[in-house]
């Protein structure tokens, strides 16, 4: 029989001492996700307090809640030719998608799933030209684009925003099906299938999530572009959204008010883009990172 003394009982302080450092803990926790939200969140809603603001109170910070709701900014955005813009956005980064995805997911697949010598040579090359900064490379491709006779023209920005979306089509993908247990692939060979057809009929399905995680990503890479956008391009008949924008200020004024409106109309889309499809982008993340 076990007979417990006075010290080994806990003492009143030494309790309250631990509940003190609990609560510090989690409250210490709780403050570093209120800052973490609010620094992710803060500069949107800065911009949609602005697309609202009259435009006499937007030369003062105070009060930073407007007096009064106006729509003024939105209306003046889409006097301009803003759905121009958006549509040009819209087809060069779904070009931009597919076109990744339909050569990405062949080479992440033969870097993945077949044997072959210098895949980390290759997968090391990508990665080394995927840190090339635009400005280093967009001289050299405006003279191909130039000599080609494409500026000005949607080819002009598909072909050179492969050059940092390509190489991360490559690494998610890779990993992605590296993770995929060979059993599947040599029980449809058995089956009959072509490497082809194994490729199409297993390889893909079981690999959707991680498509489907690489096209999100590729897709806002290509929307969000400026630098190329804007030098690539002249007219409206193909400058995107982030130089539609640009082009807002005039000499002599900056119309902060149209400039948040447009910001908040180009960005709402990919937030509930995002946020619809949350799931499927977490788990594509995340399945090559684990192994069953």
Known sequence: MMITG???????PSIRSRNMQNWLSRGAFYLLVILIVLGCVGPFAWQIITSIKPARE????????????TVEHYIRVFERPFGKYIMNSVIVASATTIFCLVVGSFAAY??????MKGKMIILSMVLAVSMFP?????????VVMRNLKL??????????????????????????F???????????KIDGCSPLQA???VILPIAAPGMFTTAILVFI??????LFALTFTKTIQAQTIPVGIAMLPTMYHVPWGSIAAASVIVTIPLIILVLVFQRRIISGLTAGAVKG
């Open 6 to 12: 006075p010290s080994m009982i806990p003492s009143i």
């Open 58 to 69: 937007l030369t003062t910070l105070p009060p930073i809640l407007p007096s009064q709701v």
């Open 110 to 115: 033969a870097l993945g799933r077949l044997r």
């Open 134 to 142: 635009e400005i280093a490379i967009v001289s050299p491709l405006y």
């Open 151 to 176: 500026l000005n023209t949607y080819p002009a920005l598909i072909f050179p925003y492969t050059t940092f979306a390509m190489p991360l089509t490559l690494w998610i993908l890779t990993s992605f």
């Open 178 to 188: 590296r993770e995929i247990p060979a059993e599947l692939e040599e029980a449809a």
């Open 199 to 201: 490729f199409w009929k």
């Open 221 to 226: 890479a290509a929307w969000n572009e400026f």
